[in-house]
């Protein structure tokens, strides 16, 4: 430690924000850093997204599984993007956000030039490039295990994702805004590990039998069946979507209300 | 009426009138009111508890003043909040970043959202920053916190810093160095307002002390003013046993008019008043005729603790040895 004195008028006061979009961008590329730097947060980003599909895959072909007669990396790639999109949007920001709370970051950004707004956009920001990697690493194991999605359909999913990743969002940070971390982080999980065992995301509906037109409410099962949809056959599922749109109002609505800070 | 400009560059920095906040049975504010003079650097001191860091919060404009009024450089701190923010540095009690980020890379981060930020190198030498530059801030000592926290306040070039116990937790080296740091921001022409359990800091650090007790404001000024203004001296006794009964009022008697006795805890008591041989005589008798035997018997000017003491009756700090472990979550 120095003790040496800093040359006077160092220190002269010249205060002042710096532009919107720099903030922003300086907050989504801490965001992404700080996401993509820990190995539990890439196993839940990328690694069990991989192991379903190809698992599923190769279970599929060797027990003989229907599925409405697509070829099995096609039925199912759609599905793991879909959990892929959960993962991320749900899960990773519900943790990462309840432990901000817990650890007075929201609190000391919410005293720093930073708006509300710009926190916000950092955090999409930051989820959008996670899920840009996901979508880039499942999407090249699928390919090389022969997917073949429909080429109008790859555009089509993008809206279906973007919907998806603003319902995901929202329930994730009202979710991380009201209960302790600790919590946060148990409930984030279970609900994740619930709904990719139930919740139609992977696998399509059909295979639940006489429960899938009860799941198709759940946004789990929404996102899948758009994704399907849309890769699938190259179609726009509107249902699915209207399903996604009101959970993304309830989530945001829910955060917006009930969001503390500290 | 909103204040003209040449108003507002005169005004105080910070202006609080009759703040009052209550959760639940607790009251953090019950009609306090403080000013800060540009410039300055103005400690608010008080026990836990007292009220301190609501004041700080609510200047900061995280809450909203259930009563009374609170201007920061003239500007409403809820209200113009967007307006304030990036005129101001703030250094919270504890927490404030990812814990999983590293020291310099939070400092970093936050100079990013400044449009003038001080060079990051410049406060991690200043404060000690390299030796844990790289370590996330979860594996960070008390202390090391604590650096990080003021080098974030500091580094936006703010007019006014709000610090809330910036030297908690650190050793006596390290907070000279903190010190040393506020000054100079103070000669750069930077306002500070601290809170502070320590005594020694704000008596040495603070131009303005405000002693805050329950809420409220029991006694404001210059550290030499609030100690010496009153002319008296100090005795402090510490005794082995506990008092028998009814000592300390005997001795009050015997000191008799214009000192004052104040018992701290069962086994210590503060003499206030004009400290001569006579009064040492009295102490002394008292002290053969109850039977009780000094452990320590100390005199001198009165510190800002004997104000204190003397204000409220109480001690400012527990004399159990906690002093450094009330670091509130």
């Known amino acids: 430690m120095t003790q040496q004195e800093t040359a006077r008028g160092t220190f002269t006061p010249r205060p002042g924000a710096a532009p919107y979009t720099a903030m922003v961008r300086a907050q989504a590329s801490m965001e992404t850093r700080l996401l993509l730097r820990h190995g539990e947060q890439l196993l839940i980003a990328v690694v069990i997204p991989v192991i379903a599909l190809v698992g599923g895959v190769v279970a599929a072909g060797r027990l003989g599984i229907d599925l409405d007669g697509h070829a099995p990396v096609d039925a199912l790639t759609p599905g793991v993007l879909a959990l892929a999109v959960m993962s991320t949007a749900f899960t990773s920001l519900a943790i990462a956000t309840g432990f901000e709370r817990r650890y007075g970051l929201l609190k000391r950004l919410g005293a720093s030039p930073l708006p509300r707004s710009g926190l916000l956009l950092g955090k999409v920001g930051g989820l959008l490039v996670v899920q840009a990697v996901q979508v880039v690493v499942i999407g090249a194991v699928a390919l090389l295990m022969g997917w073949s999605p429909d080429p109008l359909g790859l555009l089509l999913a993008l809206p279906c994702a973007l919907l998806g990743t603003a319902a995901f969002a929202g329930l994730g940070l009202a979710l991380a805004g009201t209960l302790r971390a600790e919590a946060t982080l148990a409930v984030a999980n279970l609900v994740y590990l619930l709904l990719l065992a139930g919740g139609a995301v992977v696998l399509p509906r059909s295979s639940y039998g006489g429960a899938s037109e009860v799941l198709a409410v759940l946004p789990s099962a929404a996102l899948g069946d758009a994704l399907r949809a849309a890769l699938l056959d190259g179609t726009l599922a509107v249902l699915p979507l209207v399903v996604l749109a009101v959970w993304a109002a309830l989530g945001a609505g829910l955060a917006s209300r009930f969001f503390r800070w500290e | ?329």
Request: net charge negative; hydrophobic share 40%.
């Open chain 2, 1 to 329: 009426m909103p204040p003209t400009p040449s108003d507002a560059a005169s005004a105080p920095a910070v202006r609080v009138q009759d703040l009052v906040m209550r959760y639940g049975d607790t009251v953090a504010a019950d009609g306090l009111s403080l000013e800060v003079a540009r410039g300055s650097i103005t400690a608010v001191l008080g026990p836990n508890g007292a009220g301190k860091t609501t004041t700080l919060e609510t200047c900061e404009g995280y809450r909203r003043p259930q009563g009374g009024s609170v201007r920061v450089l003239g500007l409403d701190p809820v209200r113009q909040r967007r307006e304030l923010l990036p005129r101001i540095g703030v250094m919270l009690q504890g927490g404030g970043a990812w814990s999983g980020v590293r020291a310099v890379e939070m400092l970093r981060h936050v100079a990013s959202l400044h449009a003038h930020p001080l060079p990051v190198g410049l406060l991690v030498e200043r404060l000690g920053l390299d030796e844990c530059g790289r370590t996330p801030y979860r594996r960070l000592s008390g202390g090391q916190q604590q650096r990080l926290g003021l080098a974030m306040a500091v580094v936006g070039r703010p007019e006014l810093l709000f610090v809330d116990e910036p030297t908690a937790g650190m050793d006596p080296a390290v907070r000279r160095t903190t010190w040393d740091l506020l000054r100079e921001l103070q000669h750069d022409g930077v306002t500070t307002v601290l809170t502070t359990h320590y005594m020694e800091e704000a008596e040495r650090l603070a131009d303005l002390v405000h002693l805050v007790d329950h809420g409220r404001v029991v006694a404001s000024g210059s550290p030499l003013a609030l100690t010496r203004g009153r002319g008296d001296a100090t005795i402090r006794l510490v005794v082995t046993e506990p008092f028998p009964l009814g000592a300390p009022q005997s001795l009050a008697t015997a000191l008799g008019h214009g000192t004052e006795v104040t018992p701290v805890d069962e086994r210590s008591l503060v003499v206030t008043g004009p400290a001569d041989a006579s009064t040492l005589a009295v102490v002394s008798a008292w002290c053969e005729d109850f039977g009780v035997v000094p452990e320590s018997l100390t005199m001198g000017r009165m510190t800002l603790e004997d104000v204190f003491l003397a204000e409220t009756g109480r001690p400012l700090a527990p004399t159990d040895g906690t002093i450094d472990g009330g670091r509130a979550a």
